[in-house]
């Protein structure tokens, strides 16, 4: 967000305060800024989700409000420019905006596979939009006079794919609103406590510990997947670039069979699809049979 000018971002600029919520038993999170400007304080509410019930899309719905009267712009888009470990991930970028939605597409140099990203944001408010078309990235400046006291919100879906996806998106990102998919996605989380929720007696932080465990363990499940398998730290960090360790048999494969069979199911057709590495494996040990890897990727060689 920039107000007068100027940018008002963490961690560069110190908030007057902020706070974060993770409301995991609706998969949601939530923050509040609040920074103090030359001429008085603004303040920023964001809310944001990846949808549970299309697992494709992601929402967000971020409000702008200030206590003076201000020439506000708010700066969202798509950034490409993603970096692992070995520098950047994709070799190849190509960005666009078109019928309202605006789009990156990335080429992976190790095995070339296409990620696209798209989004379509709505404004609740009067507001000059224009649109950069930077170099690996778009980006959408969203201008507008702020008057004291008033809020100003805008609402965005998002959707990634990938040339490597098991299963289509459900619909078309411009056809359904923030409210919409946020009732979907909810539904959905009921759904799946109804079968997981762990209620202890007398000990509500041991209680608050375990559910929190859980809905990790759900964020992380591959639903609607083929033989595929939960890489260490499920879907964060880079330092293990989606390798499956044996941890996930050892420690969490229990918790799918007594809640999501289909799930279990899914976590062992990736050993058996993989039955090739572990064969290389083992032959490499002078061993009969198979060898499963401590670490393994596709093929499910160590």
Excluded at 13 to 39: A, C, M, Y
Excluded at 102 to 114: A, H, Q, R
Excluded at 176 to 182: D, F, R
Excluded at 189 to 202: L, P, V
Aim: proline letters at 2%; charged letters at 25%; aromatic letters at 12%.
């Amino acid at each position: 967000v920039k107000v007068g000018g100027k940018k008002y971002s963490l961690p560069e600029n110190e908030p007057v305060s902020h706070e974060q919520i993770l409301d995991f038993e609706n998969g949601l999170h939530s923050r509040k800024t609040v920074w103090q400007t030359d001429n008085g304080n603004i303040t920023i509410k964001c809310e944001r989700f990846a949808s549970m019930s299309r697992r494709h899309l992601f929402a967000m719905r971020y409000t702008f409000a200030s206590d003076f009267e201000c020439d506000a712009e708010i700066v969202t888009g798509i950034d490409g420019d993603v970096w692992d470990i070995n520098g950047p991930h994709f070799v190849k970028m190509h960005t666009g905006y078109e019928g309202g939605v605006s789009y990156v597409t990335g080429v992976t140099g190790e095995k070339n596979i296409f990620v696209t990203v798209r989004d379509t944001v709505n404004t609740e408010f009067s507001a000059v939009v224009e649109t950069e078309n930077a170099n690996k990235g778009i980006y959408r400046h969203i201008s507008f006079k702020a008057e004291p006291g008033k809020e100003y919100s805008i609402e965005k879906i998002a959707e990634i794919t990938t040339s490597e996806d098991d299963f289509k998106p459900q619909g078309e990102i411009t056809e359904i609103t923030y409210t919409e998919l946020k009732a979907e996605h909810t539904a959905e989380w009921a759904r799946i406590w109804d079968i997981s929720k762990i209620t202890i007696d007398g000990d509500d932080e041991a209680m608050y510990a375990l559910n929190y465990s859980i809905y990790h363990l759900n964020c992380i499940a591959p639903r609607e997947m083929k033989g595929k398998s939960i890489a260490a730290r499920g879907l964060s960090g880079q330092v293990y670039k989606g390798a499956v360790f044996w941890d996930t048999e050892m420690f969490m494969i229990d918790y799918y069979i007594h809640t999501e069979p289909q799930i279990a199911k899914t976590l062992l057709q990736y050993r058996i699809d993989t039955l090739v590495g572990a064969r290389k494996k083992a032959k490499e040990y002078g061993l009969k049979g198979a060898y499963y890897a401590w670490e393994s990727q596709d093929g499910g060689y160590e």
